[in-house]
Structure formats: C-alpha cells, structure tokens
C-alpha cells in the first residue's frame, strides 16, 4: 500500500511540477514549522495543479520531460540549512548514496519551483579530520530567487519518503528578526534535545551556536548533534563558531558540515549579515594579536557600522568567573575595539553556565548551557571584576534575541527536565 501510495505522490510531483503551477494558496506538507523532526511526509500533499501561467523560469525547472523521477535514498543526516540570506538558502542533507539529482521542490507566493543541485563526499579539504570519511554523501541545493522576509516550505524529494522543512528567509536590514542563540551542546544528548525542544516553541527564524557543537570532532559526533538538531534543522537556518572541542587542529568536521563563507584565514573567522544584525565572528582559538588579525576584523566592524546591531561572537569568553579562565588575548585585542564601533553585544560560551558581564555598557555574554556538564559560576573570581558582572547562574538555557527597529530585547530562558523559564532580560537601542 505505501509502495503505491509512493508511486502516485511522485506522479502528481511531476504533473504538478510540469505544469508550472501558480497557486499562491497552496502549500505542501511542512505545516509543523517548529518541529519539522526530518519528519517523513508525502509527495501527495504537494499542490494540486490547479492553475496554469505557462514555464517556469525558475533555477532548473525545465519542464516535466527533464526532470529526473525522485531517487530512492535514507536520510543519514535530516535536512539543515546553510548560509541563508534574504533571496537565498542552502538545503543541506546527508543521505547513504549518491544522487544524480538531488532536489527539492519550494512553494512560495509565487508558486512550486523544482531546484536541483548536487551530491558528492564531504569536502574536508581545510585540513585532517578526526576519524575516517563517512561512507555517506553530502547534498546540496542552493535556493535563490527568494524574498526577504518571506516564510518559504520545502519539500526535499526523497523516494523513499520525503522530508518537509519551512524557514522565512532573513528579513531587510529594516526588518525585525528573531533569533535563538545557545552553545556547548557537547556530550549529554539528553539535555542538549531538552534545550532544542524547548527553543522549538520560539520558532526562530535563525540559530546561532557559540561553539563547542561536540566534544570530540568526529564525524560519528556530529552524527549525534545533527540528530538531536533534527528537530529544527529543517525549518530553522544554523550558523556556529568554532570551539575548542571542534578543536583548531581539525576544523575539517566543522568546516565541512556547516560551509560558513570564507572570511580571514578560513571560515573559523567570518562575518555575515542577518536583517538588522550583522556578525563578526572570531575563533578565539587563535591569537588575535597575530599578523592580519585586527585589520581583518576592523574591516568588518567598519561593514558592521552600516547595520543597526553589531554582533561580536566568540567561543572563549573575555570575562568569566567560572570553571575555564577568561580569554585574556581577546581582552587586549578585542575588547577596546568594541565601544570604538558601537558593538551591540558579545556572544560567547565555554563555561557551561550563564553569563552577563557589562563593560562599558556593552554586554557580554556566556552562554554556555546547551547541554555540556554545567560548571559552577563565580568559583574563579577576576579580583577588579566583579562590577562588570549582572547576572549569572547554572542550568542549561537558551537566549532569545528580538531585534525589532526600536530596540533589541535579549531574555534568557532556563529549562529544567520539567519548566521552561525566564531567568535574565536586558535590551540594546539600535546604533544611532
Ligand atoms: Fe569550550
């Protein structure tokens, strides 16, 4: 019964797809957008054809006569999402062969659009990896074309069982966002799906890790993250920093899987833009006093001036008073560079536990509860310090970011095996 059910879904794609359709009202399966959970739906929930507007012009939709039927696979890693942008995104997923033509068929306002792209081992061409290759292959569709702002679903073509996912694309710099940022999610695969439970309730358009995604970096410990993440990862674009855990040494893993775009060095020291925000990010498991550094990163503070909030990401915290010392090397290079370009807050982890640090008015932030072994606070006290420090506490938690024009809202949410609950809020104005 399933076979044939299968069979007629992938019909009714083709037919839909080869008729060009402009429904506008229609939309396919994924309307859970908060918990897509690689969740298995059917190609016959996609539109009917309902209306013909004649070809579609979009990336690859060619007519029904080339498309290609949809091949059968396992889903080794659930779809995620890379580098989004307010026309573009990247479908990433893992599956056990590889495709000729993988795709994925997206509805927006405009209608369903077939986009292929392609298949192939896992680039770890920035250094050794830890482990051997994964015996697996890495898919890719790029999505263009798209509106900021817009919520846009997808179904990737699987003929085995297809995988819906809905993201909204990143809003106009104009725009409001919203946001979850979280960190150290090594090791407890519990607590880190807790934390991910939880934080699928907020439905954030973006998810931001401050590092420390495994603790070992290995592919078969990525495998875990990616299957706990597997709860939003279809619906909700990721970008991470480095931690120490993914280490320096074998940034392959991370580089490979989660393909930050290329900044200072490599993509370990990047910057992007996000609606209203824009984000240096920095491996701080290099010294930033190095040659090249603080100008790389004065250039993108300068880009930064031209967006509202400036976000600064980090995985080792300049100021902490828990179990790892403070990241001194940063203090002296970063850290007066941030009232010098107007910086809206910093965003670290390392020390499993919740930080708010003020210095000069600026938050700084440990985030470190995304399900690590918590460590206590205020067991290493900075002599000097302590007026710096707002707010701290153990327990796994997630922030949520609101960036609106007028403001942007930060409040930290703790979960417990049975609550979730607020804990420290503060806001930021834009930058004048
Ligand atoms: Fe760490």
Same mark, same amino acid.
């Given at each position: 019964?399933?076979?044939?059910?299968?069979?007629?879904?992938?019909?009714?794609?083709?037919?839909?797809?080869?008729?060009?359709?402009?429904?506008?009202?229609?939309?396919?399966?994924?309307?859970?957008?908060?918990?897509?959970?690689?969740?298995?739906?059917?190609?016959?929930?996609?539109?009917?054809?309902?209306?013909?507007?004649?070809?579609?012009?979009?990336?690859?939709?060619?007519?029904?006569?080339?498309?290609?039927?949809?091949?059968?696979?396992?889903?080794?890693?659930?779809?995620?999402?890379? *580098?989004?942008?307010e026309?573009?995104?990247?479908?990433?997923?893992?599956?056990?062969?590889?495709?000729?033509?993988?795709?994925?068929?997206?509805?927006?306002?405009?209608?369903?659009?077939?986009?292929?792209?392609?298949? #192939?081992?896992?680039?770890?061409?920035?250094?050794?990896?830890?482990?051997?290759?994964?015996?697996?292959?890495?898919?890719? &569709?790029?999505?263009?074309?798209?509106?900021a702002g817009s919520?846009?679903?997808?179904?990737?073509?699987?003929?085995?069982?297809?995988?819906?996912?809905?993201?909204r694309t990143a809003p106009q710099k104009t725009g409001s966002a919203h946001?979850?940022?979280?960190?150290?999610?090594?090791?407890?695969?519990?607590?880190?799906?807790?934390?991910?439970?939880?934080?699928?309730?907020?439905?954030?358009d973006?998810?931001?890790?401050?590092?420390?995604?495994?603790?070992?970096?290995?592919?078969?410990?990525?495998?875990?993250?990616?299957?706990?993440?597997?709860?939003?990862?279809?619906?909700?674009?990721?970008?991470?920093?480095?931690? *120490?855990?993914?280490?320096?040494?074998?940034?392959?893993?991370?580089?490979?899987?989660?393909?930050?775009?290329?900044?200072?060095?490599?993509?370990?020291?990047?910057?992007?833009?996000y609606g209203p925000a824009?984000? &240096?990010?920095?491996?701080?498991?290099?010294?930033?006093?190095?040659?090249?550094?603080?100008?790389?990163?004065?250039?993108?503070?300068?880009?930064?001036?031209?967006?509202p909030?400036?976000?600064?990401?980090?995985?080792?915290?300049?100021?902490?008073?828990?179990?790892?010392?403070?990241?001194?090397?940063?203090?002296?290079?970063?850290?007066?560079?941030?009232?010098?370009?107007?910086?809206?807050?910093?965003?670290?982890?390392?020390?499993?536990?919740?930080?708010?640090?003020?210095?000069?008015?600026?938050?700084?932030?440990?985030?470190?509860?995304? #399900?690590?072994?918590?460590?206590?606070?205020?067991?290493?006290?900075?002599?000097?310090?302590?007026?710096?420090?707002?707010?701290?506490?153990?327990?796994?938690?997630?922030?949520?970011?609101?960036l609106t024009p007028?403001?942007?809202?930060?409040?930290?949410?703790?979960?417990?095996?049975?609550?979730?609950?607020?804990?420290?809020?503060?806001?930021?104005?834009?930058?004048?």
């Amino acid at each position: 019964m399933q076979s044939v059910a299968r069979g007629s879904a992938i019909v009714l794609l083709l037919v839909a797809v080869s008729w060009a359709v402009s429904c506008g009202s229609g939309s396919p399966a994924a309307t859970d957008t908060a918990h897509a959970d690689a969740a298995v739906a059917d190609t016959a929930d996609l539109p009917a054809p309902s209306e013909v507007e004649g070809a579609d012009t979009g990336h690859n939709a060619d007519g029904a006569a080339e498309l290609p039927p949809a091949e059968a696979f396992l889903f080794v890693k659930a779809p995620w999402l890379l *580098n989004v942008g307010e026309d573009h995104v990247t479908v990433a997923w893992e599956s056990d062969v590889q495709l000729a033509t993988p795709s994925v068929v997206i509805t927006t306002d405009a209608g369903p659009r077939l986009v292929t792209g392609t298949s #192939g081992p896992l680039d770890l061409s920035h250094g050794p990896a830890v482990g051997k290759p994964p015996v697996t292959f890495q898919n890719r &569709v790029q999505l263009t074309g798209l509106t900021a702002g817009s919520t846009v679903s997808y179904v990737v073509r699987n003929a085995s069982g297809d995988a819906p996912g809905s993201f909204r694309t990143a809003p106009q710099k104009t725009g409001s966002a919203h946001l979850v940022v979280y960190g150290d999610t090594r090791i407890d695969e519990d607590a880190h799906r807790r934390v991910v439970e939880a934080f699928s309730a907020e439905a954030p358009d973006l998810l931001v890790h401050t590092g420390d995604l495994v603790h070992v970096p290995t592919e078969a410990a990525l495998q875990v993250f990616f299957d706990v993440l597997s709860l939003v990862s279809a619906d909700v674009p990721i970008v991470a920093t480095i931690g *120490n855990h993914e280490t320096d040494l074998f940034r392959a893993w991370f580089l490979g899987f989660l393909e930050p775009p290329e900044g200072f060095e490599d993509g370990t020291n990047t910057a992007f833009a996000y609606g209203p925000a824009y984000f &240096v990010v920095v491996n701080s498991l290099r010294d930033p006093s190095r040659p090249g550094f603080v100008d790389w990163f004065k250039g993108e503070l300068t880009k930064a001036e031209g967006w509202p909030y400036r976000f600064v990401m980090f995985h080792s915290p300049i100021h902490t008073f828990s179990n790892h010392a403070p990241w001194e090397k940063g203090g002296e290079v970063i850290e007066p560079l941030l009232s010098e370009y107007g910086v809206t807050a910093v965003l670290a982890g390392h020390n499993h536990c919740y930080e708010r640090f003020e210095v000069a008015g600026i938050p700084q932030l440990t985030l470190g509860g995304g #399900g690590a072994p918590l460590y206590d606070v205020e067991s290493n006290l900075v002599p000097g310090e302590e007026q710096f420090l707002k707010a701290d506490g153990k327990f796994y938690h997630y922030l949520v970011l609101d960036l609106t024009p007028e403001a942007a809202t930060a409040r930290v949410m703790v979960v417990t095996p049975d609550t979730v609950e607020p804990f420290d809020a503060f806001t930021r104005p834009p930058a004048p």
